[in-house]
Structures are given as structure tokens and as C-alpha cells.
Nanobody, 116 residues
Framework: QVQLVESGGGLVQAGGSLRLSCAAS????????LGWYRQAPGKLRELVAS???????YYSDSVKGRFTISTDNAKNTVYLQMNNLKPEDTAVYYC??????????WGQGTQVTVSS
């Protein structure tokens, strides 16, 4: 059972920045994929960014150029640097990993609120 603990959410004004962290209970270099999803009220959960074990990254069109996903293997932590935040980025952000056995684990989520 992989435990994922997110932190770093909060309230920020439009144009501001936040960095989300997701600390894993196991070595993250063993995971196939690490990702960040978000879910706004009344909307489906959507993939925001992901990074594979090989280092390939993906960003949704809505965050491309503003968000950056990165990892620190020594700390078993994945980050999401969010710059130039917009009110439409307001959501609960979830960390997600996929293990080599294709088991998916989720964190508990962290709230990001961007005021206009």
C-alpha cells in the first residue's frame, strides 16, 4: 500500500504562484507514472500534468507553460510548480501514482483557491 501525502495548497491571488508537494511512502523511481489531477466543484477529475519513469512529461493545454511537474527521488516527492495562477485553476489537486503492477494510488487532495 503506497501512501501519498499532498501539501502546499492554499489561497492565492490571480497571477500568483504555489508549489504543491506529494510525499510518497515508497521509492518514487520505481513507479511507472506520477501525476497531478484536479477536480473543481461540479466537474470531472482531470489530468493536469504527469511524468514517467523515463522523464517524459505531459501537460494539459490549460496549464501548459504555467505549471511544471518535477521529482526529487532522494525525498520520494513529486512537485507541481504552479505560476501565473488563474481563478479557473481553483480545484482540489490530487497526487496519483501508477506502480509497475499497474496499481493506482491517490493522495487525499489539497485545496487550491485562486481569487480574482
Amino acid at each position: 500500500q503506497v501512501q501519498l501525502v499532498e501539501s502546499g495548497g492554499g489561497l492565492v491571488q490571480a497571477g500568483g504562484s504555489l508549489r504543491l508537494s506529494c510525499a510518497a511512502s515508497e521509492t518514487i523511481s520505481s513507479f511507472n507514472t506520477l501525476g497531478w489531477y484536479r477536480q473543481a466543484p461540479g466537474k470531472l477529475r482531470e489530468l493536469v500534468a504527469s511524468i514517467t519513469r523515463g522523464g517524459s512529461t505531459y501537460y494539459s493545454d490549460s496549464v501548459k507553460g504555467r505549471f511544471t511537474i518535477s521529482t526529487d527521488n532522494a525525498k520520494n516527492t513529486v512537485y507541481l510548480q504552479m505560476n501565473n495562477l488563474k481563478p479557473e485553476d481553483t480545484a482540489v489537486y490530487y497526487c496519483n501514482v501508477i506502480t509497475p503492477r499497474l496499481i493506482v494510488y491517490w493522495g487525499q487532495g489539497t485545496q487550491v483557491t485562486v481569487s480574482s
